[in-house]
């Protein structure tokens, strides 16, 4: 512990538990300044959406309040981030920055390379703690699973006893934006009020209550009840947004559901009813849970597949740049009500379940054969859990572009019948198809229904045409080591039984 000076960045981590930069800021040093920079370049960014800027401003907001009942304080700047240390730094001086490693987009990793080259001109230590299983420099893949299971399980860090050592330094006050200049609507954003009433809350608090009502009533209809729109909001856990945000950590989720899990095995023994199927649902939660990490690892060892797929053999696959198509995709306009409804859902809601993703991200690179660039961002845009990892990861592997998984086309008809056969969650979303019954909603393909269009595009056509393209690539010289060098890099060391078999959804 010393007198010097330190700064705490407050990136997405709104938590003060299982907080490692807060933590060891605080260790360091008896004068800790948390502060927030709302960024410029994060408003006007091409990926940022209302969802995005109301999430992080009541993640914001709760940690300030809650950070201040326990007698410390916080310094919200809006600006960029150099300029923002900059004055400060010239006002009064400080010598260490801690704030957490970010596996982001092109411009969070331009930004953090800036800090820390200013960091050291100005001989300022900077520091960037761990607050996921994500490692930056990791030469052996392999080896991947070790750590993970070393940072996962390390024990959680307690809430810091001394949080009244957070202070801001009275010559800073002078830097610090107006509340009032830092709500949605100031900030150049809207939503309305029925897509803030559908929004989920996010905030330290609404994390550990989502968690323990998944943990202790809705996770037994995990297994399942995840498929299908019309159930996923309550059984999945909707802890995306929290992770997110950072309002909690995935670790603490991982170790909670095993101290859970403890508890059902002995419940299991004792002869409690579902007791060994809450075991199940909760197993197949952590394996999920489990993959977060793994596609936030891809993104960090591979930056570039933000612009380019993963297996380059796939930049020579042929797209159709049609802009029609593309603004009848955004806006649920492509006679294909389960895509419909799906993305209607996520414009209204900022959230939709993993199926459905996966099939509005298949139909829109396969069937209307829109490219997987087209849709990043406007897909980015509509989830309040956008986690640049995960979703490049997955729009590649639902866009077919990393060449090591199943080619999985998904036919959005056959996914009525699967998980909405009464058209509940159609009918909801896409309220033109009311009067019309689940067989004609289903059957329905080149005539209009009403005001609800025709099919925008022959689904089985467009679909083949797309998949032969596919093929034809994955069969030119090269293309297998290409594949094998991808696989060694980012694939999952868990065997697939049906690696490279075609399938339809
Ligand atoms: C095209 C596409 C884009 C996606 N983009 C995102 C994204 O930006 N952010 C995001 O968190 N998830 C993303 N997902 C994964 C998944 O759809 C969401 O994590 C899930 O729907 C969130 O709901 P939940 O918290 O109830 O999930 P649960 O099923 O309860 O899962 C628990 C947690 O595990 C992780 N997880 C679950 N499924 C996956 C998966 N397939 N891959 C990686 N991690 C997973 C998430 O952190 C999730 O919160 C995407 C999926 C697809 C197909």
Redesign the pocket.
């Known amino acids: 512990m010393n007198d010097s000076h330190t700064l705490y960045w407050l990136k997405k981590d709104f938590r003060l538990f299982d907080n490692p930069a807060l933590h060891q800021s605080l260790i360091d040093s008896n004068k800790v300044t948390p502060v927030f920079i709302m960024e410029d370049s994060f408003l006007e960014s091409s990926d940022t959406s209302a969802f995005h800027v109301q999430a992080l401003l009541e993640a914001l907001f709760s940690f300030k309040k809650v950070l201040q009942s326990k007698g410390g304080e916080l310094l919200i700047i809006r600006g960029e981030v150099i300029e923002t240390f900059e004055k400060l730094h010239a006002s009064f001086r400080f010598n260490k920055i801690y704030a957490h490693q970010e596996t982001g987009t092109f411009r969070t990793y331009q930004r953090d390379i800036a800090v820390r080259n200013w960091c050291q001109k100005k001989e300022i230590d900077f520091k960037e703690p761990l607050q996921t299983a994500v490692f930056r420099n990791l030469s052996n893949r392999d080896t991947r699973h070790t750590y993970w299971k070393e940072f996962t399980f390390e024990k959680l860090i307690p809430i810091p006893k001394k949080l009244s050592n957070c202070i801001v330094i009275p010559e800073w006050y002078k830097f610090e934006t107006r509340t009032d200049s830092l709500t949605l609507e100031s900030l150049g954003f809207s939503l309305s009020s029925i897509q803030k009433e559908s929004m989920q809350k996010v905030s330290e608090k609404d994390a550990f209550n989502d968690l323990d009502s ?1 943990l202790h009533e809705r996770g037994l209809a ?1 297994r399942g009840g ?1 498929s299908s729109p019309l159930t ?1 909001f309550q059984a ?6 929290h ?2 945000y950072g309002t909690i950590t ?1 670790r603490t989720i991982y170790q909670k559901t095993l101290e859970r899990m403890e508890e059902l095995k002995l419940q299991m023994e004792a002869g409690v009813k579902n007791a060994g199927k809450w075991r199940m649902s909760l197993r197949s ?1 952590l394996s ?2 489990h ?2 990490d ?2 936030i690892q891809r993104l960090e060892t591979e930056p570039s597949m933000e612009f380019e797929a993963i297996n380059l053999a796939y930049e020579k696959l042929e797209y159709n740049a049609d802009p029609k198509l593309l603004s009848a995709w955004q806006n649920g306009n492509t006679g294909f009500p389960m895509v419909d409804a799906s993305i209607r859902c996520l414009n209204e809601t900022g ?4 199926r459905m ?2 099939m509005i ?1 298949s139909f829109a690179c396969h069937t209307l054969q829109i490219s997987w660039k087209d849709i990043n961002c406007p ?2 845009k509509m ?1 309040t ?4 990892g ?2 490049l ?3 590649q592997m ?1 866009a077919s572009v990393v060449g090591i998984n199943t080619v999985r086309i998904y036919n959005p008809n056959k996914q009525i019948i699967d998980q909405d056969p009464d058209t509940i969650f159609i009918k909801k979303f896409v309220p033109e198809l009311k009067k019309y019954s689940s067989e004609q909603i289903i059957l329905h393909k080149e005539e209009t229904l009403g005001n609800y269009p025709p099919n925008i595009v022959d689904y089985k056509i467009s679909s083949a045409e797309m998949r032969q393209k596919i093929y034809a690539i994955r069969k030119t010289e090269g293309y297998r080591e290409i594949a094998d060098a991808v696989y060694k890099k980012h694939g999952s060391r868990k065997k697939s039984k049906t690696k490279n078999r075609k399938k339809e959804k």
């Open positions: 998944f995990y995840i996923a999945g856990s909707r802890t995306s947004v992770l997110a995935s939660f999920r849970l993959w977060r793994h596609f959230f939709i379940n993993f993703r996966a991200t897909m980015a989830y859990d956008y986690e640049p995960i979703h990861s997955q729009l639902q």
